[in-house]
Structures are given as C-alpha cells and as structure tokens.
C-alpha cells in the first residue's frame, strides 16, 4: 500500500486519492510550483508542514522548520520577493507571533506568488482562543480563500499562487480544525515538470528601497495602493471557480467555506429544496457583482458562517448603501461562538424558514446529560514515563504548592491538572518566563533595588517552558528578565522534539528536512545571556533534580534549569521499531502499604488502584520503565522485573 507522502508526489494527473485537507493542501503547493515552504509546526496546521517536511527533498522544493511563525513569514516572503512562488503555514493564534511583519508587508507587495495558509480553531480544540483570521484579513486588506471540501483545499492553492502573482499580493488560505483535519476523495492534477524531476528553483532579489523599506515617506505612499488592490481582487474573485449560485427560490442562503457543506446536509435534512445558495470560496473581499445577482428576486437572505460575521457585515454595509430593504439575517440566528455543526445549520435555518428540525435535540441534549453522569470522566494527562511529570513532581517538592507556578503553551500545560499542580498561569508561547518576570518585580522587586524582599519574605516563582517554547519566543523574554534582574527560576523542559504537534525537530535537535543543521545549547545561550545560575538534569533522576532546584532557588537572580530527557513516546516509539524492549516495574503487594502517595501524588497513568487489595498496580502495557514511580514510593514498592533500555 502506498504512503500518503508518496501519494502526494504520484505524477498522475486525474487519479481519484483519498487524502487528508492538509495533505491535500501540500498537493497543491506542488501543483503551484512552490519553491519555499517555511513554517512553524502549530495544530491544526501541522500536517501540512510533516508532508511538505517529507516530500519537499524529492520535490525540490526548500522546505525549513522555521524557530516561530514571524520567522517563518520573513523567510517565505523573502522568497517571493525573489520571484519564487512560497508559503508559510501556521495555527490562528501564530498569526499573532507574524502580525507584525504581516501587516506591514501589505504595503509593499509581493512578487513571486505567496500564500499564507492559517488554520483557524474553532471550539478551542487545541487552542487558547477562536479568533477569525477572517476578520484580521478584512482589517489588513488581504484577500481570503476558504475551501468547503478537500478538493477544493487542494485545488485553492494554485489558484492562489496565481492570483497572488497577478495583483502582487499575497493571499490567506484559511482553514479550520475541520476542513484540515477532514479527508476527502481528492483529483490529482499535473505536476509540474521542475517538481517531477526535483530541481531545485532560485530567485534573483533586485534592489528597490522605496518599496522594500518600511520608513514613513515611503509607506505612506502604498496605502492607496493596497485599497486598489482589494477592489481588484472583488472583482476577480466574481468570476471565480470557487463562487457559484445554485438552486431557485424567493429566500437565500449564503455560506462561506465550510459552512457550505452544513448548510447542504441542513437543507437534505429538512427536505428544502426551494432556496437559492451564495456558495462562496472568498469570504474576503465578498464580490459586490455576484452578490447583486444574488440577491435579485430575493425577499430575504440568511448568512451562515462560522465565528465572526465577516461575510455578514460585508453584504449588510454593501446593501444598505444602495438602499436594498431585503431582511438580512446572520449572527442573531446562527451563533457567534464555537464551530459550525450540522445540527447549528439545522436550527438556524429551520428559525430562518419557520420549520419544525426535524429531530428534538433538547430531548437529545437531556438523555446526553443523563448519560454523560454515569460515564467516568477521563480527563487528558502526561504519558507514562514523560520526563515532565518527574520534573513537576520534583518542582513541587522542592519549591512547595505555595509557590507560584507561571508556564507556557504545550503537552506540559496538563502539569495544571492534579495531582501535579505545577501550572498557575498560561497566556501565549514564551509567555512563562514574562509572567514570571512581571510576578517577581510586582511581588518581590528587582535585585537591583534596594528595596526588595529577600529571604522568607521573598514570594518562589518558577516558570517551566518547552525546548521548542525556549527558542520560539522565550529568548526575547529571558533577555529581558536578566536585564532587568529579576529572580526566578526557569525551568526548561527539554524533550529534545517539538512533541505537541507531532515530534518535529527544533534548534535544540540541529536536524533539519533539508540536511544537518546547527544545534544550539539551552544552557550556552543561558550562560552567554547572563543567567546567574544554570545548571543541566535529567528528569529521570527525581533526587537530582529536587536538590538542583533548591540550588536555584537559592540563588539571587535570574536561574536556568534544564530538564532533559527525550520524549517518552516519541523514545517508544523509536524502541518500538527497533525491536528494543524497555524496562518494566511492577507492584511488590508486600511493600505496598496502600499510601497511595505513587497516584495522590505522582499520578502516572500506568498506576492503577485496585480496591479489591487496597493496592497500587501497574498496568504493563502502560509502563515504559522510566522507574519513577520507584523512587517516590516511600516503602519501595516498585520493583523493576524486566531490563532495558530507554
């Protein structure tokens, strides 16, 4: 059977594939002639930067694993201005790590078409908010593609690349957790020659200051510009291929991007047939000519779309400035927050048409409530053997639960859940050792102040962030904590992968897709910052690390632990394909004097109770053999009954 990776590279123009939208997407880049591809990995954008990672070689395509999304963008953007067509690839809320960069480079323009493909997340399903990277395109005057299946996924992006040639703009490719994550029969289309032969594309960069730097006199020029251009785009985008009108009635239904798809089910559902549909691809610019034709004939219109009403604002502000009367609803039938179902499409239009739905979903609703109370709640938690549980463990004992405990944005966020407790504040990527910062000087003063507190009246503050975390924003924000010489203690949790979303490689590793990269120290670039205490352990030996911290603590300034040991799962998995067994513990019943200290207090998924014996247990297909569990037990309960090796 073939691989998905080597699907998406098959030179056969016309084959019916089943792929997932993001691996659909990276067809497409190669269908579009994409020379750079750079990204940091952020769900549920991932897939598409693990494929691209895979195929971009053999393609001839450069394709990096960028330190943040801001990064990513610069080099992408570089490239297009070099001729080359590029995209970058990022989650909503990296968006926000780029905005800077981004917003900026709307003035100037692009040569080499470039796409920016973000995967927004609606209903937060891995993620701190649902904001509409809709409305934030609206607000920069970039144009907005946004596919209701995954051939369009596929097909959008040379469509994109196109456009964003023609106008000198780059385009958003927005997804959802849904249209990403989603798999589709999708038609291959021809690759180019210079993809099936993997030659590698370079651009020509040519000097034009008064385009490519950002000083006022310059800018201030450009912003005329970038309105023309979004006019042009409104009027591209009402004879695009992604657009359509469909179906005859006296009332309408517009749906953007994946809401097309519910509003089709919604519509089988109810048995409506009657209803004249605005299918639109480009919620960004809404195209003012195919909207007109629309709307003729219709007595009122329903608008429905996932989060913001961005579509919805567009055609209300365009009709009431030429006096249409047509009733338009939008926000006040179709909710404003979490994602599109078919069952929100089903009650939104049945208000809309004045129907019965044709199930009760409150009597649903109260059966799921009465049911979901006999179910046990199975809330996430750390792997088995996942150094970070150690490290918490350790942090909590050595700094007591009276500390504050700021941290950071990846698997190691679950530490907030019990028994471990080591997670007080979580706010953005590398927003750990910032808060802890700002902790320090609102509660205990700088060290440079002769009016601080020290000693017991000094609050403990320890932040803990990911190896990935460190190098994607927590620089800026370590810089700034010995500038100004705060006194925490900063606590890298090194897994030696960017595990959350999917084992990627980071500076920390020195692997790269395209060849051996440089890798780069945790503790040199603390020690060359200025940290006043830095010091390396390994999360396996719980001891070390204790004692390791209370050094820190200890110090006055700024500390950096680095706490490294490989990812339990990703370790696994590499044992697992080897053919290498690891080590596994079991309970001594003897010992054990049910304390239950190993699950109270540790928390390992592998520990069980069994109320039988009044004993802990170990489920062996669960232990990875870390030994943890063996050292904080008090009786020594836990006994290793198996070697080797992790």
């Avoid at 291959?188 to 385009?211: A, D």
């Avoid at 055609?315 to 009367?325: H, I």
């Avoid at 179902?341 to 048409?353: G, Q, Y």
């Avoid at 009760?360 to 088995?384: G, H, T, W």
């Amino acid at each position: 059977m073939a691989k998905v990776t080597d699907i998406v590279l098959w030179d056969k123009p016309g084959e019916r594939v089943l792929l997932l939208g993001n691996q659909a997407i990276a067809r497409g880049a190669l269908e579009g002639n994409i020379a750079v591809f750079a990204a940091y990995p952020g769900t549920p954008s991932s897939e598409l930067t693990d494929t691209m990672a895979i195929v971009a070689k053999k393609a001839g395509v450069y394709m990096e694993y960028s330190t943040n999304e801001k990064v990513a963008f610069e080099t992408a953007l570089s490239a297009s201005w070099s001729g080359l067509r590029a995209m970058t690839a990022m989650k909503h809320v990296g968006l926000n790590v780029a905005m800077d960069s981004f917003m900026t480079v709307t003035y100037m323009g692009v040569n080499g078409g470039f796409v920016v493909m973000v995967a927004d997340d609606p209903s937060m399903w891995s993620s701190q908010n649902e904001q509409d990277t809709r409305a934030i395109a609206k607000n920069a005057g970039i144009p907005v593609l946004e596919p209701s299946s995954v051939q369009e996924a596929k097909d959008m992006v040379k469509y994109a690349f196109e456009v964003s040639e023609k106008y000198g703009q780059m385009v958003i490719l927005r997804t959802t957790t849904r249209s990403s994550h989603m798999r589709g029969d999708v038609v291959l289309g021809e690759l180019p020659e210079e993809i099936k032969t993997g030659k590698r594309k370079f651009g020509s960069f040519k000097k034009n200051p008064e385009r490519y730097v950002d000083i006022p006199a310059f800018q201030r020029k450009k912003h005329p510009w970038l309105l023309e251009t979004v006019e042009k785009y409104r009027e591209e985008f009402a004879e695009s291929p992604f657009n359509w009108i469909e179906g005859k009635g006296n009332v309408g239904i517009i749906a953007p991007g994946l809401a097309y798809a519910y509003v089709k089910e919604a519509l089988a559902w109810l048995g409506v047939d009657n209803v004249k549909i605005l299918k639109l691809g480009t919620p960004f610019p809404v195209p003012y000519k195919l909207l007109e034709k629309f709307l003729d004939g219709l007595e009122r219109v329903l608008i429905v779309e996932e989060l913001e009403p961005v579509v919805e604002e567009q055609v209300k502000t365009w009709a009431y400035d030429r006096g249409l009367r047509i009733p338009i609803h939008g926000k006040d039938l179709v909710p404003r927050v979490y994602e599109m179902t078919t069952r929100r499409a089903v009650e939104a239009i049945a208000k809309f048409l004045g129907l019965e739905t044709p199930v009760n979903f409150e009597e649903i609703d109260r059966k799921y409530e009465k049911v979901q109370a006999m179910v046990p709640p199975r809330p996430p938690s750390l792997c088995p053997a996942c150094p970070h549980r150690n490290t918490f463990y350790a942090i909590r004992r050595a700094a007591t639960p009276k500390a504050i405990f700021p941290s950071d944005i990846g698997c190691y966020t679950l530490g907030v859940l019990p028994p471990l407790k080591t997670v007080d504040t979580t706010i953005a990527m590398g927003g750990s050792i910032g808060v802890a910062h700002g902790l320090s000087i609102a509660l205990n003063g700088s060290v440079a102040e002769e009016q601080r507190k020290t000693g017991k009246e000094k609050k403990i503050i320890v932040a803990t962030i990911g190896d990935s975390t460190f190098f994607h924003t927590g620089l800026p924000a370590l810089a700034n904590a010995i500038y100004n010489r705060s006194n925490v203690v900063i606590v890298v949790l090194d897994n030696l992968v960017t595990a959350m979303t999917g084992d990627q490689p980071n500076p920390g590793t020195g692997e790269t897709p395209h060849g051996p990269g440089r890798q780069i120290k945790i503790e040199e670039v603390a020690k060359a910052m200025g940290a006043d205490y830095v010091a390396v352990v390994d999360p396996y030996d719980i001891k070390a690390v204790e004692r390791t911290i209370k050094e820190a603590l200890a110090v006055e300034g700024v500390s950096v632990v680095v706490a490294r040991r490989v990812c339990a799962l990703y370790r696994i998995g590499q044992l697992r394909r080897a053919g290498i067994q690891w080590p596994l513990y079991q309970v001594n019943e003897e010992k054990c004097t049910g304390c239950k200290i190993c699950i109270n207090a540790y928390g390992c998924p592998a520990i069980y109770w069994d109320a039988e014996k009044k004993k802990a247990k170990i489920d062996p297909t669960m232990c990875w053999g870390c030994g943890g569990c063996a050292q904080v037990c008090p009786f020594d309960a836990f006994e290793k009954v198996r070697e080797g090796e992790l």
